[in-house]
């Protein structure tokens, strides 16, 4: 179903490709970087040609409803249909990783969550693979995924990468949680784009999210996950992953200019939404690990039912106060829970 207030969300930070294209010594494959930035930009307007139908499901019907398409190195989405769903495999890695990816990522909200899709009522998600020329991203654009195939050097793909495709599947589901979106500003003019304490807390939910459902499949609990996003994309010498939920901005787990912040008291009202989203993941970290266990028993309904709370606007504060209230409804006061998430948020200064 298409919102009006839907805008495209990266997973590979400007300031990252731009370090990327900065560094490299071809002026060819420089320019494409930069040109693809650029690009960016302008994708936050763009609009899947195609309808959707997200019907609501009932006893008997598939669980999950996915279909990846192939751009063909193209922009125009969404491209042509290679895997529907129940499929054979295709003849294509990328399409069937992506497929296998999604997958996984709606299982995750199924069974742990009781979520039917990422509107709750069954909605078809859509992927396309070999979107443009050697794109260095991936993104959520308000109504289906696109994948780029990386650009060659040092971005190394991103279907195969389960945080990555449910980094971006996440922000179709705060999409649908927050009406009017999360930290989406709307300017006359001018593509929609993320802003603010409720843009980076956006890009938190999703990163968030893409690390339980990492665990999940994985089987780790919080000891043996490692807390890292994007460690599977990038190629030697571009960095190790893309950021850090257990230390962000900590450069020597990460990239050499990340500039993620995890205490409020660095925030400014200027920051890239996905540099102060690291302020809200280190909360999550936190609680995640005073708790022990499987970080999605039981923060994952604490943080989806909290979030559905908040508004347009909301701020880290009101962020922390929701999901505390919500983990002592669902927990019990003085639970637990409520003292994990509580401290959480006390860790990086948003709560005294």
Known sequence: MRTPYGCVC????KKLLKQLADDSDDPHHRRILHEQIQ?????????????????????????????????QGRTYLPGRLLRDEDDPPTSDKHADQAYENVGIALRF????????????????VDASVHYGLRFANAMWTGEQMIVGDGDGR????????????????????????VKGGLGVVLVAGQPPALKGEAGALNESFSDCFASMIKQWQAGQDVHAADWLLGEDILAPGAGKAIRSLKDP????????????????RLYRSTDEPHKAAGIANHAFYTAAMALGGNSWEPLAAVWLRAFDRLRPRATFL???????????????????????????WQKVHVLT
Do not use: C
């Not at 990266?10 to 930070?13: G, I, K, L, N, T």
């Not at 763009?46 to 959707?52: E, G, P």
């Not at 901005?249 to 409020?264: F, K, S, V």
């Open 10 to 13: 990266f997973a590979v930070p």
């Open 39 to 71: 690009h960016s930009s302008k994708l936050r307007g763009t609009r899947a040609s195609h309808a959707r139908s997200p019907a609501a499901g009932t006893p008997g019907e598939q669980l999950l409803h996915r279909q990846v398409f192939d751009a």
């Open 109 to 124: 909200f199924k069974e742990v969550l009781g979520r039917d899709s990422i509107d709750g009522r069954g909605m078809r």
């Open 154 to 177: 040092h971005i190394e793909g991103l279907a195969h990468s389960l945080g990555i495709i449910a980094h971006e599947l996440s922000h179709g589901v705060s999409q649908h949680l």
């Open 249 to 264: 901005g900590n450069r020597r787990q990460t990239w050499r200019e990340d500039d993620q912040i995890q205490d409020y």
């Open 318 to 344: 009101n962020a922390a106060h929701a999901t505390v209230a919500v983990a002592a409804a669902l927990h019990g006061k003085d639970s637990a829970p409520q003292r994990a998430v509580k401290a959480g």
